[in-house]
């Protein structure tokens, strides 16, 4: 059985879908971008605190979930610009200090809203 998860940390989804999915404890997160939960307006200033944004976003649905950053088993990174790495690397690196998840970082032509990062999870409740 699916269970939806609702989280008011987060943006509201801007199409239909779910923040997350936890089906036999494993909680799969939709895309998180990095926009103000309050607002919906996405953040400025660049990949750095674009990326911190998002990663507040996708820590808010995992704690509605019942999980936390150091349960995610897995993350895929949408960049639109590649070249930005190293900064976003950084960032993400700070969410992740021990036991970091596996994870796939690509270059996407263009992402919704022309953000700079979204990042998706795959996480077990403990």
Known sequence: M???ITSTGSPRPIGPYSQAIVVDGLV???GQGPMDPETGAVIDG???PQTE???RNLGAVLEAAGAGYADVLKTTCYL???DEFAAFNEVYGRFFP???PARTTIEAA???LDIRVEIEAI???P
């Open 2 to 4: 699916k269970e939806r």
């Open 28 to 30: 799969f997160c939709s």
């Open 46 to 48: 660049g990949i750095v």
């Open 53 to 55: 944004r998002t990663l």
């Open 80 to 82: 639109a610009d590649i």
């Open 98 to 100: 021990d036991t970091p």
């Open 110 to 112: 263009r992402l919704p």
């Open 123 to 125: 996480a077990k409740r």
